[in-house]
Structure formats: C-alpha cells, structure tokens
T-cell receptor, first 115, second 114 residues
Framework: DTEVTQTPKHLVMGMTNKKSLKCEQH?????MYWYKQKAKKPPELMFV???????INESVPSRFSPECPNSSLLNLHLHALQPEDSALYLC??????????????FGQGTRLTVV | GENVEQHPSTLSVQEGDSAVIKCTYS??????FPWYKQELGKRPQLIID?????GEKKDQRIAVTLNKTAKHFSLHITETQPEDSAVYFC?????????????FGAGTRLTVKP
C-alpha cells in the first residue's frame, strides 16, 4: 500500500468556522508533511512531523494548528481563516532517514475555499 | 531552510525533442533530490530521484544529473511526447538530527507540441 489518503477532497468554509483536514498513511512512514499550494505555484512547506513530534513550523499563522495523534495520522485544524488561505493543501509522508530510496508520497490534496 | 531555484519557468518543445530543466540548491547538507511531475488538478508524482552519492541516474527517457560541488542538478527528458506536458518540480531533501525537510523549486511548465 503506497497510498496517502486525505479527507475531505473539497472544503468550503466561512471565516468564522472551525474545520479539520485529515491525512492517513499505512506505509510505516514516520515523517509527515503539510504543504500549501496556490494555483501555478510550487508546494510550500508548512509543517513537518518526525516521529510524531513537530520538527518544522514554517512560521505558519496560528489559525492553522497541526496535530499528529499517532504514526499513521496527521490533522490540520483550521480556525478563523482568511480568503487568502484558499488553496490546495497537500499531505505527504516519507521515511525519516534517507537510506535506500526515500520517496515522499503525496495525498490527492484538499481543495480549500474560504468564503 | 533550504532554498531551491529552478529554471526555466516555462519550456516549450516540439515532440521528439529533448527538454532540460535545471535546479540549484543552497544547503550542502541536502542529500536527496527528487523530481515530481504534476498534472492539472492532480497530486505531485515522483518521476525520478537521485541521492547525493550518485552523479547520474537514468530511467528510460528520463535522466537526472547531480553536481554536488556546484550544488545543481538537472532533469533531462529525451524523445518528448505530448503526454510529458505538465508542471515539473525539483526538490531538495535534508535530514538533520532525524528531522526531515523537503523544499521545492518554483516549477517548470513543460509543453510538448505535437
């Protein structure tokens, strides 16, 4: 199984709403990532978890709150978002160390629209 | 964090021609360099990768070269086909103290004209 599953695929939320994005993998990967991708732009790193601990936070606003409850799951909690936060949110996972071939597998993304 | 630069931003070639995309990275500790292809509305898909102890790798029509001294790596696609049209991203991966970091270049929109 080389699948990273993200839910929901699409999400429309108001600026006062609270919602969560979910990501799941069963490849035994202990590194999980959140990226934000705007149209015609590259994926922009937001957060990285290594061994379920937050290792990178790219100065992301606190209205985005990541959570890694176990080695298979990664959540992104959203609260009081702005319209400019509308984007494709991609989750990825990989092994922690580069030994042999290390590939980061991406989920299909959640397309978020903030209204 | 790592800074990855990618050129060109757009590339248009005739079917059957070769395409070359170049990337540079800033952190000499980066040790793994994947290339992703992203079609419209889809997730990035790995097409080839190279580790820092290898200078070149080839997979059918796709090859990647790495110059560690100069800190640059390139993607080469030969005999291009219309289905190669997509956005291509290079990335640089670093692991420090068991913490991973992977950054992307800005992307190259490749168009292959039939």
């Amino acid at each position: 199984d080389t699948e990273v599953t993200q839910t929901p695929k699409h999400l429309v939320m108001g600026m006062t709403n609270k919602k969560s994005l979910k990501c799941e993998q069963h490849m035994g990967h202990r590194a999980m990532y959140w990226y934000k991708q705007k149209a015609k732009k590259p994926p922009e790193l937001m957060f990285v978890y290594s061994y379920e601990k937050l290792s990178i936070n790219e100065s992301v606003p606190s209205r985005f709150s990541p959570e890694c409850p176990n080695s298979s799951l990664l959540n992104l909690h959203l609260h009081a978002l702005q319209p400019e936060d509308s984007a494709l949110y991609l989750c990825a996972s990989s092994q922690v160390k580069v030994t042999g071939r290390t590939e980061a597998f991406f989920g299909q993304g959640t397309r978020l629209t903030v209204v | 964090g790592e800074n990855v630069e990618q050129h060109p931003s757009t590339l248009s070639v005739q079917e059957g021609d070769s395409a070359v995309i170049k990337c540079t990275y800033s952190d000499s500790a980066s040790n793994y360099f994947p290339w992703y292809k992203q079609e419209l509305g889809k997730r990035p898909q790995l097409i080839i990768d190279i580790r820092s102890n290898v200078g070149e790798k080839k997979d059918q029509r796709i090859a990647v070269t790495l110059n560690k001294t100069a800190k640059h790596f390139s993607l080469h696609i030969t005999e291009t086909q219309p289905e190669d049209s997509a956005v291509y991203f290079c990335a640089a991966f670093i692991n420090v103290n068991n913490n991973n970091d992977m950054r992307f270049g800005a992307g190259t929109r490749l168009t292959v004209k039939p």
